[in-house]
């Protein structure tokens, strides 16, 4: 069992940065992919990016290309998502999730999720 906690949402203005983290605890070297994930409100979850627990060239989805950036600290056990250029499109909740394989972009392959942490960017 692989336990998740991200942190790092919050209120920003469009044209606005935030971080997010998620730290992983438990059974963490079955850890293949970590991912992030959004849904909107009245929306189905949607893809956002994923990276290797070993490495390798990390997916994003084509909406947040050139601005958002994935990346792990194996030491610590934790992945960030750094999100530059927000806008009131990226307002969601935004999850944290971990495989075992590379699923990429399909949640339907991720074993364990966090709780999640809003995300809200003003106009």
């Known amino acids: 069992q692989v336990q998740l906690v991200e942190s790092g949402g919050g209120l920003v203005q469009a044209g606005g940065s935030l971080r997010l983290s998620c730290t992983a605890s438990?059974?963490?070297?079955?850890?293949?992919?970590m991912g992030w994930f959004r849904q909107a409100p009245g929306k189905e979850r949607e893809f956002v990016a994923a990276?290797?627990?070993?490495?390798?060239?990390?997916y994003y989805v084509d909406a947040v290309k050139g601005r958002f950036t994935i990346s792990r600290d194996n030491t610590k056990n934790v992945v960030y998502l750094q999100m530059n250029s927000l806008n009131p499109e990226d307002t969601a909740v935004y999850y944290c999730?971990?495989?075992?394989?590379w699923g990429g972009g399909a949640a339907h392959e991720y074993d364990s999720w966090g709780q999640g942490t809003q995300v809200t960017v003003s106009s």
């Open positions: 999730a971990a495989q075992t394989g």
């Open positions: 438990g059974r963490t070297f079955s850890i293949y992919t």
């Open positions: 990276i290797s627990w070993a490495g390798g060239t990390p």
